[in-house]
């Protein structure tokens, strides 16, 4: 009896060290294109879409999508290719030399 327990605790030691943990990420895309009020609906629209994103807050004055996601879920390209198909091409948004975002 004591073996067995012994053995089920080792088995899921060993299971739950080779789970991987998703992380939530966020990003920043500039977005190109936006140039009216109806954009950024469409943009936050095609980001809700991807599965793994939590929230997406766009800034149609800055020209940005700020997008919070499960790592393991999708990734940035996703997230590229979300906006680029809906007619809104992206690119990842750079950060200055002092590591904040410009």
Known sequence: MKLSIVKSFLLSGILFSQMTFAAEQNTTLDIQNMTCAMCPITVKKSLTNVKGVTE??????????????????????????????????????KADSDGERK
């Open 56 to 93: 997406v807050n766009i800034s149609f004055e800055n020209k940005t999508a700020d997008v919070d996601y499960d790592d393991a879920l999708t990734d940035v390209e996703k997230l590229i290719s979300a906006t680029t198909n809906v007619g809104y091409p992206s690119t990842v948004h």
